[in-house]
């Protein structure tokens, strides 16, 4: 459990990583950025939620982006 301490992401689930991007960057930069289709084609949250949870190296693209997001929103860009 203590390694679980520096990790950023402990304790956010996908789904709330999913809905703050969308309202960050919206779905289609968000699919210009990684080019998965379940942010292109007819995107949503339950979508994306069932690809990347099958998906590791897309939920890990995901979840670099996510931090980025919050690196940006913490330097007030």
């Known amino acids: 459990m203590e390694s679980q301490l520096n990790n950023p992401l402990h304790g956010i689930k996908l789904e709330q990583i999913i809905n703050d991007l969308v309202a960050y960057y919206g779905w289609e930069e968000m699919g210009s950025i990684i ?21 590791p190296w897309a939920r890990t693209k995901v979840e670099v982006m996510y931090l ?9 860009n």
Do not use: A, E
């Open 35 to 55: 080019k998965i289709k379940c942010f292109t084609d007819k995107p949503s949250v339950k979508s994306s939620l069932t690809f990347l949870r099958k998906t």
């Open 68 to 76: 980025k997001m919050l690196k940006k929103k913490k330097q007030g």
